[in-house]
């Protein structure tokens, strides 16, 4: 950081437009930042349900600064955990924030939006964003409202102005950024995010370390999504969820192992006329033990596996 943008943060500090680590909720007063890659940081969520103890704080959220912008992906579950990550980027650069990428609709990835507002940035998103946002939205704010209680108040619905089909090039000064569309995979409006100066890719929930992965798209497009992954000249990486030090594309085969299984149990479960129900009950216990959160979303999973691949 340079003699001039220490003094404009001290300046903020003073003026309050840096709020202090101390007017933090507790729950994130020691919200931190670790530096994947040169320019690129990424605060990575627990795994814990939403509640007013982590303030929705569960996704990997960042930022990569450039000479002239700050790109911010994506901005945790609530207000409050967006205000944070505003925080650590003033921490760490007087540099504007010009974008706001949302990865996809999940609210753990975006209801901290808002913080950003006064920036005025660009928030961009998939073009299938919009629509899937306009569906949930109401759902999302119930439910926000039920598991934070007031703490919930100001995580406000962002619509994205700019919306991307295939793929957008950003120039953040000294830095060129892609922002890739993906077919229907973990949902069905899923951007990644490339740094090609370090060859950083933010995978957003593409990429599951740890936390079992998740469909909410088709689980046979997020297979097809993963080869096209793999291809990627990355060298670093920040999954949406957990953390890993293997090189890439290595991060991606438990993720893989685990969908492979689900594809053939419940194909085999479909062939055997298995009803749905037996199916949640049989499929892929094999997997058990091997993910986090693995009760509270595998069920899920193979319901949506035997939806999709029952009319094959």
Not at 13 to 27: S, V
Request: hydrophobic share 45%; glycine share 8%.
């Amino acid at each position: 950081m340079s003699f001039a943008q220490v003094l404009f943060a001290a300046w903020g500090l003073l003026q309050g437009i840096l709020p202090a680590a101390a007017e933090l909720p507790e729950a994130l007063a020691h919200f931190d930042v670790n530096e994947v890659a040169p320019g690129n940081y990424v605060h990575y969520g627990s795994f814990d349900e939403r509640s007013p103890d982590n303030l929705g704080d569960n996704a990997n959220i960042g930022f990569i600064v450039g000479e002239k912008c700050v790109l911010a992906v994506d901005t945790g579950g609530s207000l409050p955990v967006g205000r944070a990550l505003r925080n650590a980027i003033r921490r760490i650069t007087s540099v504007p924030v010009c974008y706001v990428v949302l990865t996809h609709v999940h609210p753990d990835h975006f209801f901290g939006a808002a913080a950003f507002l006064d920036d005025r940035p660009q928030f961009i998103a998939h073009a299938n964003y919009p629509a899937q946002l306009a569906a949930r939205s109401r759902s999302y704010l119930r439910s926000l409202q039920r598991d934070l209680g007031e703490a919930a108040a100001g995580s406000d619905i962002v619509k994205p102005a700019q919306l991307v089909g295939k793929q957008l090039e950003i120039d953040l000064g000294g830095r060129t950024v892609l922002v890739q569309a993906w077919p229907p995979a973990h949902t069905d409006d899923d951007l990644t995010v490339f740094d090609t100066s370090t060859r950083t890719l933010w995978t957003g929930d593409l990429l599951f370390v740890d936390h079992i992965p998740i469909v909410d798209g088709t689980l046979t497009g997020f297979l097809a999504v993963m080869k096209d992954l793999r291809k990627l000249p990355a060298q670093h990486y920040v999954p949406g969820h957990g953390r890993d030090d293997l090189p890439w594309p290595a991060p991606l085969d438990a993720q893989q192992r685990y969908f492979t299984v689900l594809l053939n149990e419940t194909r085999a479960a479909i062939r055997e006329r298995r009803t749905i129900q037996q199916a949640t009950d049989e499929v892929g216990l094999s997997e058990a033990g091997k993910w986090a959160v693995f009760d509270q979303f595998h069920r899920r999973n193979v319901t949506a596996a035997y939806a999709e691949l029952e009319w094959e």
